[in-house]
């Protein structure tokens, strides 16, 4: 089993930054990636950014290109999400998820993922 403990969410002004932290426990080494993905209000749940656990090959949804960056701490086994020059559309609820198997193609996939975080809310204000 893995368990994921998304935190750091909170209240933005735009423009500003924040980092989201994912603490994972459990059964992780085995595991093929760890993803970012956000859901805003009647909106269906998006890609945000994922690597994968071996080699550290990242993806970015277009939409956070060059604002956001997803990085680990190996001794923490602790996924971070650092958000600058963060815009009001950035607002929603982030889940981290992890995959234990798959392909690099598919990682922007939530369905290629096996267990997910309760999510952090991330409000962004003018």
């Known amino acids: 089993q893995v368990q994921l403990v998304e935190s750091g969410g909170g209240s933005v002004q735009a423009g500003g930054s924040l980092r989201l932290s994912c603490a994972a426990s459990?059964?992780?080494?085995?595991?093929?990636?760890l993803g970012w993905f956000r859901q805003a209000p009647g909106k269906e749940r998006e890609f945000v950014a994922a690597?994968?656990?071996?080699?550290?090959?990242?993806r970015y949804a277009d939409s956070v290109k060059g604002r956001f960056t997803i990085s680990r701490d190996n001794a923490k086994n602790t996924v971070y999400l650092d958000m600058n020059s963060v815009k009001l559309e950035d607002t929603a609820v982030y889940y981290c998820?992890?995959?234990?198997?798959?392909?690099?193609?598919?990682?922007?996939?939530?369905?290629?993922?096996?267990?997910w975080g309760q999510g952090t809310q991330v409000i962004v204000s003018s």
């Open positions: 459990g059964r992780t080494k085995s595991s093929y990636a």
């Open positions: 998820a992890l995959s234990r198997s798959g392909s690099y193609h598919f990682i922007a996939r939530a369905d290629e993922y096996d267990y």
């Open positions: 690597f994968t656990w071996n080699n550290s090959n990242t």
